[in-house]
């Protein structure tokens, strides 16, 4: 734990990172004998690709996530493309998706040559705004991508009927939602594939890149299987195109070794994230309008990948609290139809107008599992004192 940072609100520390972002080492302090075990492990056995240490890695987060089946891969955005990839997702096919999201959704579908169709969010949870999707399902339309964005799902239940009604592959991007729930369902398990990321800064980090996808059906396992190794089945005889995807053995060994503490770990972000419900209401800064607090919605299970606050002056603001030592970060300062190399699909300024006044208005704020109660109150006290409140 950091509450040992004794902080003193009257002496601002430019130069001094107060309340990081993100504190990676806080954690790492507490793991670090586990995940040396089993990094040494993968060591002595020498089976680097693949092997024991993967197959453990894909039975437990297969398990955690409500699926019967996991395969790892090199990482989260390889996730997302090998499950397209698996369903023939090519050009002249069109996928449904946000634009309010990390580059790696709408860049995979790119990347296969298909074209992204975005469907504008919802103001509250910035996730896709259900009741737009099928206006925009066309004859062409293959897949539909939900992005369970900060950690909260999506409207699982509205997009599964749209897929239903159209015969359509769902893609959870879960990327920032491991062990998140929508009604009691794990993020995940709910569509055709779940799609995880591994990064660092996910909530559950390896030592690099690493990712997952889970399916509840055996075929699409296989296939998966086949893809990340070349498409080769049996070995140096290939049916089908594939690459490279598969996930390191240590890196596998480090996601299982830290897995255990993955519920604690949540518990410690939602405990945060009413903490600041609480300081910014106490500020009186919800009352006037001056932050927007995160829309949790009911029957979820939000796991906090980020607390993400809704200000007028948002970048005065991000500027003010770096001078102060407080890490914030935008997610997303571009939303993905205004990407300079999406320029080819004609979009313009006002097409998706709500993520584009996400982009203008959002700022994360610390809220890993680590943050003490003493740096959320430092943090609330000077986004008070920029309003001048
Ligand atoms: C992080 C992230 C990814 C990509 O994961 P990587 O492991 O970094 O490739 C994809 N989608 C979303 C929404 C993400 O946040």
Same mark, same amino acid.
């Given at each position: 734990?950091?509450t040992?940072?004794?902080?003193?609100?009257?002496?601002?520390?430019?130069?001094?990172?107060?309340?990081?972002?993100?504190?990676?080492?806080?954690?790492?302090?507490?793991?670090?004998?586990?995940?040396?075990?089993?990094?040494?492990?993968?060591?002595?056995?020498?089976?680097?690709v693949?092997?024991?240490?993967v197959?453990?890695?894909?039975?437990?987060?297969?398990?955690?996530?409500?699926?019967?089946?996991?395969?790892?891969?090199?990482?989260?955005?390889?996730?997302?493309?090998?499950?397209?990839?698996?369903?023939?997702?090519g050009?002249?096919?069109?996928?449904?998706?946000?634009?309010?999201?990390?580059?790696?959704t709408a860049g995979?579908?790119?990347?296969?040559?298909?074209?992204?169709?975005f469907?504008d969010v919802c103001?509250?949870?910035c996730?896709?705004?259900?009741?737009?999707i099928?206006?925009?399902?066309?004859?062409?339309?293959?897949?539909?991508i939900?992005?369970?964005?900060?950690?909260?799902?999506?409207?699982?239940?509205?997009?599964?009927?749209?897929?239903g009604?159209?015969?359509?592959?769902?893609?959870?991007?879960a990327?920032?939602?491991?062990?998140?729930?929508?009604?009691?369902?794990?993020?995940?398990?709910?569509?055709?594939?779940g799609c995880?990321?591994?990064f660092?800064?996910?909530?559950?980090?390896?030592?690099?890149?690493g990712?997952?996808?889970?399916?509840?059906?055996?075929?699409?396992?296989?296939?998966?299987?086949?893809?990340?190794a070349?498409?080769?089945?049996?070995?140096?005889y290939?049916?089908i195109?594939?690459?490279?995807?598969?996930?390191?053995?240590?890196?596998?060994?480090?996601?299982? &070794?830290? !897995?255990?503490?993955?519920? #604690?770990?949540?518990?410690?972000?939602q @405990?945060? +994230?009413?903490?600041?419900?609480? %300081?910014?209401e106490e500020?009186?800064?919800v009352q006037?309008?001056?932050?927007?607090?995160?829309?949790?919605?009911?029957?979820?299970?939000?796991?906090?990948?980020?607390?993400?606050?809704?200000?007028?002056?948002?970048?005065?603001?991000?500027?003010?609290l770096?001078?102060?030592?407080?890490?914030?970060?935008?997610?997303?300062?571009?939303?993905?139809?205004?990407?300079?190399?999406? &320029?080819? !699909?004609?979009?313009?300024p #006002?097409?998706?107008?709500?993520?584009? @006044?996400? +982009?203008?208005?959002?700022?994360? %704020?610390?809220?890993?599992?680590?943050?003490s109660?003493?740096?959320?109150?430092?943090?609330?006290?000077?986004i008070?004192e920029?309003?001048g409140?």
């Amino acid at each position: 734990m950091s509450t040992s940072t004794k902080i003193d609100p009257k002496v601002p520390s430019a130069a001094k990172t107060v309340v990081p972002l993100l504190d990676l080492k806080a954690q790492h302090a507490v793991v670090k004998d586990e995940v040396a075990k089993a990094v040494q492990a993968v060591f002595e056995s020498q089976q680097f690709v693949l092997g024991p240490a993967v197959a453990e890695c894909e039975k437990k987060i297969a398990e955690y996530s409500g699926c019967p089946f996991g395969v790892g891969v090199t990482s989260g955005t390889d996730a997302l493309l090998v499950a397209m990839m698996a369903e023939g997702i090519g050009p002249g096919d069109e996928v449904i998706t946000t634009p309010y999201t990390f580059f790696a959704t709408a860049g995979s579908v790119a990347r296969l040559g298909a074209t992204p169709v975005f469907v504008d969010v919802c103001p509250k949870t910035c996730n896709l705004d259900v009741s737009q999707i099928e206006g925009r399902v066309t004859g062409r339309t293959k897949a539909i991508i939900p992005v369970h964005l900060y950690g909260q799902c999506a409207d699982v239940d509205a997009i599964l009927a749209v897929a239903g009604r159209h015969k359509l592959v769902v893609i959870e991007d879960a990327a920032q939602a491991i062990g998140s729930e929508w009604k009691g369902r794990r993020a995940g398990s709910m569509g055709d594939y779940g799609c995880f990321s591994f990064f660092p800064s996910k909530n559950l980090g390896c030592a690099g890149d690493g990712g997952m996808v889970v399916t509840r059906d055996a075929d699409r396992a296989e296939k998966l299987r086949v893809l990340r190794a070349h498409g080769s089945k049996p070995k140096y005889y290939h049916k089908i195109i594939g690459g490279n995807f598969r996930l390191d053995s240590l890196q596998a060994a480090v996601v299982t &070794a830290k !897995l255990p503490y993955l519920d #604690g770990w949540t518990a410690g972000r939602q @405990a945060n +994230a009413r903490r600041y419900r609480r %300081l910014f209401e106490e500020a009186g800064l919800v009352q006037e309008g001056l932050v927007g607090l995160p829309h949790e919605l009911p029957d979820v299970r939000h796991i906090y990948n980020q607390f993400v606050i809704r200000v007028p002056r948002r970048d005065d603001l991000q500027a003010y609290l770096k001078e102060q030592g407080i890490g914030t970060e935008i997610y997303y300062p571009v939303p993905m139809h205004l990407q300079e190399c999406f &320029a080819y !699909l004609g979009h313009r300024p #006002g097409d998706f107008p709500q993520s584009e @006044a996400a +982009a203008k208005e959002t700022l994360a %704020l610390p809220i890993y599992p680590e943050l003490s109660d003493e740096q959320a109150r430092y943090v609330v006290e000077k986004i008070r004192e920029f309003f001048g409140r």
